[in-house]
């Protein structure tokens, strides 16, 4: 019966940690899609100045920038999806 309110608590904390992470990897995914509209958008000025490959490393340089706060975000995730199962199962 306890286990409730610990539960509640514990999905209330998961917003609140990963708030920061959610928007830091939301504004770099905003970045690389402004690129690749970009390139869309000027793809033949793109093509014609031989710029393929320097747009790709630079996408998959903005892409790459995201890695870290997307992996925190999963950890901190999990880590309370992982407690509140556990409350739950094992109380």
């Known amino acids: 019966v306890w286990t409730g309110p610990i539960c509640v608590f514990l999905m209330a904390l998961t917003p609140m940690f990963t708030s920061s992470?959610?928007?830091?990897?939301?504004?770099?995914?905003?970045d690389a899609n402004g690129l690749a509209e970009e390139c869309i958008l000027n793809v033949k000025t793109v093509a014609s100045c031989n710029g393929e490959d320097t747009m790709i490393e630079k996408y998959g340089?903005?892409?790459r920038n995201g890695l870290k706060p997307s992996i925190k975000l999963g950890a901190v995730s999990g880590f309370f999806e992982g407690f509140f199962?556990?409350?739950l199962y094992v109380f």
Do not use: F
């Open 61 to 63: 340089r903005i892409l």
């Open 85 to 87: 199962y556990t409350i």
């Open 21 to 30: 992470y959610i928007a830091e990897a939301l504004k770099i995914t905003e």
